[in-house]
């Protein structure tokens, strides 16, 4: 063998060692793609009218609670025993569980967050709403706002005592935690202090769990033709798909895929899975299906777009979670609560930015 051809042995089986040693990056996620894991909507108020474009075939529907999956229905994994109890997750529902936010005129609430003050009108909180990605040239930014359909007026607040408040375009701008009476629309205001963190209800997000033995790294056909068809067909049926990576994505790590089943037998979907999908995967309880979370999701975009009175900045799916879908708001009322009792309130969870102090 000639020199020239030995270093260049060497230098390829050094590339491949090389190659072999580097962690491959991880596996496609179609998450997304296929609208299992939705991010939240955010709608932008500016933008409302159009997003009505998108979700205006969308009816309000009552949908019915889906059977809360039992033994006959736990959480399961492809190879380990169907009837692991320990693994089971009841979806949560949410119609009682909102009403802890029911704020009524006359109810002691807080705020917590910015505060904008235009000169010769009454200071408002604005929640954290969706801003257009616009970029303005340095010093040719508008001046601080916030729509009159989210603001809530603040009677009575002492703006020089709002921790680090200052000016921008003759718009007075801070940040600060409020308490007082709520009006409808408005806060009288009894005390004030620095901003702080309001805490919302934990969500754990969906896992699969483990069988015997741990995960194996196994070949997936997750993007598949066959199985992309399969769980559109059985989208009333079920949520996902979402990617997990237990043991992290480095190369020969198992990627497990994450089926949520809202509806019906698991044990009967599992049967007609396996025929075309190859690779791990888990089957857990979920509250709403793919079709559930797509008519809540039009039902929502119509009363945002018909009611501007209700306050709602945010909305999306079920998501990671498994559970109701999210509504961001500005107050959790009774004309909320009844304009959404025909989309199903246990099927949604509110969080509103006015919380009753109790």
């Known amino acids: 063998m000639k020199q020239t051809d030995e270093v260049d042995d060497l230098l390829t089986r050094a590339g491949a060692r090389w190659r072999a040693d580097q962690e491959a990056p991880p596996e496609p996620d179609l998450e997304y793609m296929l609208s299992g894991g939705r991010k939240h909507r955010r709608w932008v108020p500016a933008l409302a009218a159009a997003s009505v474009a998108v979700v205006a075939a969308g009816v309000i529907a009552v949908l019915p609670n889906p059977k809360t999956p039992t033994a006959d229905a736990p959480a399961t994994t492809a190879g ?89 375009k003759g718009v007075r701008v801070g940040a600060a935690a409020v308490t007082g009476i709520w009006r409808g629309g408005a806060i009288d205001v009894e005390e004030q202090s620095a901003e702080k963190q309001l805490p919302y209800p934990a969500q754990t997000e969906l896992q699969c769990p483990v069988p015997p033995g741990g995960w194996k790294s196994k070949q997936s056909n997750i993007s598949s033709t066959a199985v ?62 793919r079709s559930d979370n797509e008519r809540i999701s039009n039902a929502i975009g119509d009363l945002m777009s018909k009611n501007k009175t209700l306050g709602v900045y945010g909305a999306g799916g079920s998501g990671i979670y498994g559970g109701g879908a999210s509504v961001s708001l500005v107050a959790y009322t009774p004309e909320v609560k009844a304009a959404f009792t025909p989309v199903g309130l246990d099927l949604i969870k509110f969080s509103p930015q006015v919380r009753p102090v109790r």
């Open 228 to 289: 992309t068809k399969f769980l559109a067909a059985h989208a009333a049926q079920i949520d996902g798909p979402i990617f997990r990576y237990p043991n992290g994505t480095s190369r020969g790590a198992p990627v497990v895929i994450l089926i949520g089943i809202a509806h019906g037998d698991a044990s009967v979907f599992r049967e007609a899975f396996e025929k075309v999908y190859q690779g791990n995967y888990c089957v857990v309880p979920v509250l709403l299906s």
């Open 80 to 168: 380990a025993p169907a009837t692991t109890a320990e693994n089971a997750r009841t979806p949560q529902t949410f119609a009682q569980g909102n009403d802890e936010f029911l704020v009524r005129p006359g109810d002691k609430v807080q705020v917590s967050g910015q505060i904008v003050a235009v000169a010769g009108k009454t200071p408002v909180f604005c929640p954290p709403l969706a801003v257009h990605a616009i970029g303005y040239p340095p010093g040719k930014e508008p001046a601080p706002s916030c729509p009159d359909e989210f603001a809530v007026k603040l009677n009575g607040l002492d703006l020089d005592k709002v921790p680090g408040i200052k000016t921008v």
